[in-house]
């Protein structure tokens, strides 16, 4: 059993930046990739960002790219979303997920946090 804890959420301006955090504890997955899902209120739950479990391969949804960075930190067990310039349509709430092996941009993972709430004022 893997538990995923975020962390970070709340309420900005537009323009404004936050940086969820999602921490990992339990039986985590060696080679494990991570990802960050979001979902408004009657509507699917979208891909927003994911990296492999190495780093090196790291994909974004076309509505955040040059806003939003993932990363990981491996020896924490963490994994990082910093959202930056932040617009009311990115309003949602939140979830880190983990899977063994490949990054999906589908919502097939292993494992889901409780998520985590962002919400954006024009």
């Known amino acids: 059993q893997v538990q995923l804890v975020e962390s970070g959420g709340g309420s900005v301006q537009a323009g404004g930046s936050l940086r969820l955090s999602c921490a990992a504890s339990g039986r985590t997955f060696s080679r494990n990739a991570l990802a960050w899902f979001r979902q408004a209120p009657g509507k699917e739950r979208d891909f927003v960002a994911g990296?492999?479990?190495?780093?090196?391969?790291?994909y974004y949804a076309d509505s955040v790219k040059g806003r939003f960075t993932i990363a990981r930190d491996n020896g924490k067990n963490t994994v990082y979303l910093q959202m930056n310039n932040l617009k009311p349509e990115d309003t949602a709430n939140y979830y880190c997920?983990?899977?063994?092996?490949?990054?999906?941009?589908?919502?097939?993972?292993?494992?889901w946090g409780q998520g985590s709430q962002v919400t954006v004022s024009s």
């Open positions: 990296i492999s479990w190495s780093g090196a391969t790291i």
């Open positions: 997920a983990t899977r063994s092996g490949s990054l999906w941009t589908v919502p097939e993972y292993d494992y």
